[in-house]
Structure formats: structure tokens, C-alpha cells
């Protein structure tokens, strides 16, 4: 009996004689000391045994390290973390964050921390707040760890997963186990299935994840990888063609605010308005001066400062387009390469003017709140001011389309654009006509350049970089007809955004002008001809 208790003691005395070391490791205020004299794969070690702790005290200590404000004290060799106090140093404890004296800064030995470490910190922070009380600290420790896999996180992680009630935390922290369990030493079953959850994440941060782990995966494993990454990359190649759609499609509204108001006075009048992208100018800045008084005065409205600058742009540049058709234009008339000349120097009178009272450099435009940021949909990122463009621009369509259709101005504007002599016979003042619709034009132009001024340099060259495009897109689409502007805006667009990747912005340009001279030489009258006696005469 008394040998056997004899026997019982000696095994329990070697037991905790073996334990002890593991258990003095495992103290978070041991092991932070023990990166005072770790090497830097030494100190790789430590960390991983840091957030195996699963001590949440330590995060001060290891955001610390990250920032390089983890020292060592040389009086007695303790680590700490340091704040500037004057020409000294105050010591704080990296568990407690109590105060532990101050020193001079010669007093202190700063503890290296290299990228490789960075890594390894933002690793075991993911691991350690991982069970935080908080959905939001839980979510974001789980993207790090998402963004940094690593084997030593997996039993955290997995730990953290059998917890979780969220399903959002949760769904990410699936998403976070799959990546770690990756590049752990788990079963080949585990590892496929971990392969598929990768591949289902989708876009190219999963595609660096399986290529990260290529060169040290199972044999067996590879042709799964393969097919994933193939599948991503499929994937990828449609929501990059679905991307530039809608930059095609963004572009392309641009261009049909900037043309469509062209698009009436070139199909009406047969006026060659070269000052049109001035117009466009002059609303951008309209907007720049509404913001400059909301600013000063009123500052609580600049979220409504485009609501306030559409009415005033359009106004301002309807008087100047009226001022324009009727002390000059209207004397040029049935004369188009006079009218051009005549409006490129208008064009340049206004641009001169705006340097004059502005000058020449960019002018501020702000975005109100709700044009800020972007939205992700599916594979996509879309801007929101580029959003609130798109459908800005159709209903300025739609509008003048309405106007057109169901007006007595549009019936008359439509009159004198099929058969201007019939329409005068009729007791339709022609002339007044042509002016209206001029000043409708430059109106519309106006309210091109507040929508401008959101996406654009707000300069006085901001019309020139629209005008050729707006005149590209009228012929193409066919003078006069605002369904074929519409069509031929964003079939421009479109067209100029698959092109620029492959042969360059200027090339792209050049070839689309190309095409659509090829085009006019089949088709004169453009995609949606004009129908009337005058016009076909």
C-alpha cells in the first residue's frame, strides 16, 4: 500500500513537474516578455501561442506591436507600451494599461516588427476578438482572418463558430474556417469541401487564396483547385463584360444629356451650334455658383443644392441660347458653314468670359450626400452618382419625348422640322419657333452641365471634351429624332468601353469614328431617319 501511494505521488510530482513549463508558457504576460529577445520567427511563435491564450487583454499589447510602440524597459527588461510624455516615455503595463512610471526615451529598446509580423498580428487579432460581445467586432475579426489564413487560427475559429447565433458572423466565419482549414493539415475530405465554400466566395481575393495554397495542397486535391479557379475566372470574365456594359451604359447617358438638346435645334433649324458644349459649361458652373451661396448662406441645403442649381441652370443658358438665336443665328439661316463659324466664335467669346469672371483653373462642385459612395450588386460596383446620372437622363428623355408628343409646341416644333414652308402657311410663326427651340436646346444643355459637374473637372474647357461626341452621336442616330439619339448614345457608349481596354481610350475613339463613317456612307440619314417633305427634299 505505502508503495503504491509512493508510486501515485512521484507520477503526480512528474506530471506537474512537465506541466508547469506549458502552463508558465501559456501566461499572456510571459509570453509578451519573451518577444523582447525573440527573433523574428521566434516572435512568429509567440504570437501564435499569444492568441491560442484566447486572453482579450492582450489586443492593446498586440496593435501596439503592429504600430512599432511595443519597447522593452532596460532597467528590468520588461515590455511595455510606450506614450510620448514631453522628452520622456511613460510606461503602461500591455495587459492592465495601468501607468508604470516614466524614463527617458534612452531608457527604452524598441521591439522590431517587420511586414511578415504585421501579417502574423492581424492574424492572431482576428483569432482573439473573434468571441467579442460585440456583432460588429466579431464580423470585422472574422474578415481578418478571411484575408489572412492561417492553420494556428482554425481551432479559434472553430471554436468561435460553435458559439455563433448571428447568421451574418456566422456565415463569415464559415467563409474564415474554410480559408484556414486550407492551409492546415486536416483530411483530404475536409479540404475539398473547403476547396467548394473558397470557390463559392467568388472574385479574385478566393482566386489568391487557392493559389496561395497550390504549390503545398494534395496531389488528389488539384484538379478540384483547378476547377475552381476556373470556374471563378469564368465567372469573372462575365461580370467584367456586365461592368462594362455599365460603364458603356453610364457613359452613354452622359452623352445623350449632353446631345439630345443638339439633337432638337440640328434637326429643327439645321443649325451647326458649335457653341452647344459652352452651354453645357455654363450650367456646370450655374451649379458651382448655387453651391458658393448655399455654402455661405445656407449651408443646411447643400443636400438639395441640384435641386435648386437644375431650374437656375436651365434658365440662365435658355436666355443665353434665346440671346444667341436671335442676335445672330437667325441671320444665317440656310447658310450651315456660316452658322458654324459664327458659333465657334460665340464659343470662344463665352469661354474667354468664364476665364475672365472664374478663372481658368478647376472649379470646386461638391456631392450631396446621397451622390456619395458606391453599392456593390452582384460582381458589380456602382457609383452613385453615375446611378442617379443614368436615371436623371431618362427622364430628361422621357420629358422631352412627352413634350414633343403631347404639346402644342411639339406639334409645332415637329411641323416646321417635316415641312417648314407648309408650317408657315399654317399661321405658324416660324421664327419664333426656331427660337424657342434653340433656347430649349441650350436649356437642356444647361442641365447637362449640372449633371456634369457631379462626374467632371468644372472648367472652361469642360464643353469642348462633349461636343464632337454629341455631334457623333445626332448623325449616327439620326438628325432630329430623339429615339435615335437615345439608341446611338448608348450604343456609342457601350462600343467606346469594350474598345478602350483592348486598343487604348484615343485609338477607341478614332476606330468608333471610323465605324460610324462607314455607316453614314450606307445609311445617310443615320439609324432612325426623319420623315418629311422638307427633310427628304
Do not use: C
Amino acid at each position: 500500500m505505502t508503495m503504491r501511494f509512493l508510486l501515485q505521488f512521484i507520477f503526480i510530482l512528474l506530471t506537474m513537474g512537465f506541466a508547469a513549463p506549458s502552463l508558465a508558457q501559456s501566461d499572456p504576460k510571459d509570453l509578451i516578455d519573451a518577444l523582447a529577445k525573440a527573433s523574428f520567427k521566434q516572435a512568429e511563435e509567440l504570437l501564435t501561442q499569444i492568441a491560442a491564450t484566447g486572453d482579450a487583454r492582450v489586443v492593446p499589447a498586440l496593435e501596439a506591436f503592429a504600430e512599432g510602440d511595443l519597447y522593452v524597459r532596460k532597467s528590468d527588461g520588461a515590455v511595455v507600451i510606450t506614450k510620448a510624455v514631453g522628452a520622456n516615455l511613460a510606461a503602461i503595463d500591455p495587459l492592465t494599461g495601468e501607468t508604470a512610471g516614466e524614463a527617458p526615451k534612452a531608457g527604452f529598446t524598441k521591439i522590431k516588427v517587420n511586414n511578415t509580423l504585421r501579417r502574423a498580428i492581424r492574424s492572431a487579432l482576428g483569432g482573439l476578438t473573434l468571441m467579442s460581445l460585440d456583432k460588429a467586432v466579431r464580423l470585422q475579426a472574422a474578415q481578418q482572418v478571411l484575408q489572412s489564413p492561417s492553420a494556428e487560427n482554425l481551432d479559434l475559429v472553430e471554436a468561435a463558430l460553435a458559439k455563433e447565433t448571428d447568421s451574418e458572423v456566422k456565415a463569415r466565419m464559415e467563409e474564415a474556417r474554410a480559408v484556414s482549414l486550407l492551409a492546415s493539415d486536416r483530411s483530404v475530405e475536409e479540404k475539398r469541401a473547403a476547396i467548394d465554400m473558397v470557390a463559392s466566395l467568388g472574385g479574385r481575393e478566393a482566386i489568391g487564396i487557392l493559389m496561395t495554397v497550390s504549390s503545398s495542397i494534395d496531389e488528389s486535391l488539384k484538379p478540384d483547385l483547378d476547377k475552381a479557379i476556373a470556374g471563378i475566372e469564368g465567372d469573372l470574365a462575365l461580370w467584367d463584360a456586365a461592368q462594362n456594359v455599365w460603364y458603356g451604359i453610364s457613359l452613354g447617358s452622359v452623352l445623350l444629356l449632353a446631345a439630345i438638346g443638339l439633337a432638337i435645334t440640328f434637326g429643327v433649324m439645321g443649325i451647326i451650334n458649335m457653341a452647344h458644349g459652352e452651354m453645357v459649361m455654363i450650367g456646370a458652373y450655374s451649379t458651382f455658383m448655387v453651391q458658393q451661396v448655399i455654402r455661405t448662406s445656407y449651408p443646411d441645403l447643400f443636400d438639395w443644392s441640384l435641386a435648386i442649381a437644375l431650374p437656375v441652370a436651365f434658365l440662365v443658358t435658355a436666355v443665353i441660347g434665346l440671346v444667341i438665336e436671335r442676335g445672330v443665328i437667325r441671320f444665317l439661316y440656310g447658310r450651315p458653314l456660316e452658322t458654324l463659324l459664327a458659333t465657334w466664335g460665340i464659343s470662344l467669346i463665352l469661354q474667354q468670359a468664364i476665364r475672365t469672371i472664374f478663372g481658368p483653373t478647376n472649379q470646386e462642385v461638391g456631392n450631396p450626400s446621397w451622390m456619395s459612395g458606391s453599392f456593390a450588386l452582384g460582381g458589380l460596383t456602382i457609383t452613385w452618382n453615375r446611378m442617379w446620372i443614368v436615371l436623371f437622363s431618362l427622364t430628361i428623355f422621357f420629358a422631352l419625348l412627352t413634350l414633343m408628343k403631347r404639346s402644342a409646341f411639339g406639334l409645332q416644333m415637329r411641323a416646321v422640322t417635316q415641312n417648314r414652308r407648309m408650317a408657315s402657311s399654317m399661321g405658324i410663326r416660324t421664327p419664333w419657333v426656331d427660337a424657342f427651340t434653340f433656347a430649349l436646346g441650350s436649356g437642356i444643355a444647361g442641365i447637362a452641365g449640372v449633371a456634369l459637374s457631379q462626374i467632371d473637372n468644372v472648367s472652361p474647357n469642360l464643353g469642348q471634351a462633349y461636343i464632337i461626341d454629341s455631334f457623333m452621336v445626332v448623325v449616327f442616330g439620326g438628325v432630329g429624332n430623339l429615339w435615335g439619339t437615345f439608341v446611338g448614345a448608348l450604343s456609342l457608349g457601350v462600343l467606346n468601353k469594350f474598345l478602350e481596354p483592348s486598343v487604348g481610350a484615343v485609338l477607341g475613339k478614332i476606330l468608333v469614328l471610323v465605324l460610324i463613317i462607314l455607316f453614314i456612307q450606307k445609311r445617310p440619314r443615320g439609324l432612325f431617319a426623319l420623315k418629311g417633305r422638307a427633310v427628304e427634299a
